[in-house]
């Protein structure tokens, strides 16, 4: 089974530009995650989707960063514009439905690593 | 707002020696997972524990559950430089099965 993809692998940006990551979940997983760890922390979730719909995203900063998953497969997430504090990873999970906590867990991608300077 | 702290943050010993990390909080879960991450890489899950007092053994892994379900801790015996990486924990809510992720514990085995 393919894993979760994610790319750019790497992105190096200045402050106030745009980024934008993508992610390719496990087919028919119908949950994707977005989540920002910095360095030395562990994952910080920002936005859950169940399909294309929005489960939570009470932790997205939404004066600079978007997310959609349109058709429910494919999700991208932007930032707009990007501070310096945003250098981090940028992980994409997926799971088979929202009990994963209990069940198969979460199939994480290898990350975005962004660096705004 | 529940919290999972990990203990210790940084671990670095050698080869061969037994080691215990901690996953602890003052709220219960419905479950509790430890995952592993190497650089540069998404973390992996392990193993999931579910009910409280449960122990499940993964080759030289042991994983505990607490028996109140606050508290998980992960035994590693005659650890080997393969096992360096970040241990993560996280656990789920009752209500909604949302993962509540621990900072981590960063492990060095040194050959």
């Known amino acids: 089974e393919a894993g979760v993809a994610q790319s750019p692998r790497y992105k190096i940006i200045e402050k106030r530009q745009s980024v934008a990551f993508w992610c390719n979940p496990i087919?028919?997983?119908?949950?994707l995650y977005w989540y920002q760890q910095i360095l030395g922390q562990g994952p910080k979730l920002l936005i859950q989707?169940?399909?294309?719909?929005?489960?939570?995203d009470s932790q997205l900063p939404k004066d600079r960063f978007s997310a959609e998953r349109l058709k429910g497969v494919d999700s991208t997430l932007k930032i707009q514009p990007a501070k310096l504090e945003d250098s981090a990873v940028y992980l994409c999970?997926?799971?088979?439905?929202?009990?994963?906590?209990?069940?198969?867990?979460?199939?994480f991608g290898s990350g975005t690593r962004l660096t705004v300077v | 707002t529940q919290l999972l702290e990990q203990s210790p943050q940084f671990l670095s010993i050698q080869e061969g020696e037994n080691l215990t990390v901690y996953c602890n909080s003052s709220s219960v879960f419905s479950s509790l997972q430890w995952y592993r991450q190497e650089p540069g890489e998404g973390p992996v899950l392990l193993v999931t524990?579910?009910?409280g007092g449960e122990v499940k053994k993964l080759k030289r892994l042991t994983f505990q559950f607490g028996d109140a379900r606050k508290d998980s801790s992960l035994h590693i015996t005659a650890a080997q430089p393969g096992d360096t990486g970040l241990y993560l924990c996280a656990g789920a809510e009752v209500s909604n099965y949302q993962l509540i992720w621990g900072a981590g514990t960063k492990l060095i085995i040194k050959p």
């Open positions: 989707f169940q399909n294309n719909g929005v489960v939570d």
């Open positions: 524990v579910v009910t």
């Open positions: 999970a997926s799971s088979l439905d929202l009990g994963a906590g209990v069940g198969s867990g979460y199939t």
């Open positions: 087919s028919g997983h119908a949950t």
